[in-house]
T-cell receptor, first 111, second 113 residues
Framework: QKEVEQNSGPLSVPEGAIASLNCTYSDRGSQSFFWYRQYSGKSPELIMFIYSNGDKEDGRFTAQLNKASQYVSLLIRDSQPSDSATYLC???????????FGSGTRLSIRP | DTAVSQTPKYLVTQMGNDKSIKCEQNLGHDTMYWYKQDSKKFLKIMFSYNNKELIINETVPNRFSPKSPDKAHLNLHINSLELGDSAVYFCASSQDTWNTEAFFGQGTRLTVV
């Protein structure tokens, strides 16, 4: 079982709609969670991070964490073509430096 | 100013050669990493250094040897390159080993022929 699992996609969403990206993790010791966006041929860049159960909003992005279900999600409101990318979910234990990445979900926003 | 910079960006070399990739960060971070991203885009950690000390060494062939001359630099040397080493290698840094995010370099696309 992979430590961080994501559906590889592609996930196709019409422009202006809400894109919902999901991630599950197996290590209950994980304390912090990250969403990175990676455009083709580019390096990953941090979109959001979340440590506490519940929702965290930043502009059009909302991260949701449910530690009991070991589930993290990222919602993108008012999806734009520029949101088309691969989204990587990552987790980290508080007592170690290793950031574990999922294999990523490819998101495509269709005009 | 580039926060995490890697050189070279592209590297094409023959099997059996030895090559190095350099990484430097100007963020003042204590922790640096090397990640390998394969053709399926899976990003996997290889090594992590904290203040020049090796703290994570994943199951990586010993042909791969990281070197950290100071906490702002983490270089990766690869001996006897194999076809399967072809991938994109990302250097990253974070403030410390706790709950902080990693910032990535632009990546080095290594192609072994």
């Amino acid at each position: 079982q992979k430590e961080v699992e994501q559906n590889s996609g592609p996930l196709s969403v019409p422009e202006g709609a809400i894109a919902s990206l999901n991630c599950t993790y197996s290590d209950r010791g994980s304390q912090s969670f990250f969403w990175y966006r990676q455009y083709s041929g580019k390096s990953p860049e941090l979109i959001m991070f979340i440590y506490s159960n519940g929702d965290k909003e930043d502009g059009r992005f909302t991260a949701q964490l449910n530690k009991a279900s070991q589930y993290v999600s990222l919602l993108i409101r008012d999806s734009q073509p520029s949101d088309s990318a691969t989204y990587l979910c990552a987790s980290r234990r508080s007592s170690a430096s290793k950031i574990i990445f999922g294999s990523g979900t490819r998101l495509s926003i269709r005009p | 100013d580039t926060a995490v910079s890697q050189t070279p960006k592209y590297l094409v070399t023959q099997m059996g050669n030895d090559k190095s990739i350099k990484c430097e960060q100007n963020l003042g971070h204590d922790t640096m990493y090397w990640y390998k991203q394969d053709s399926k885009k899976f990003l996997k950690i290889m090594f992590s250094y904290n203040n020049k000390e090796l703290i994570i060494n994943e199951t990586v062939p010993n042909r791969f040897s990281p070197k950290s001359p100071d906490k702002a630099h983490l270089n990766l040397h690869i001996n006897s390159l194999e076809l399967g080493d072809s991938a994109v290698y990302f250097c990253a840094s974070s403030q410390d080993t706790w709950n902080t995010e990693a910032f990535f370099g632009q990546g080095t696309r290594l192609t072994v022929v």
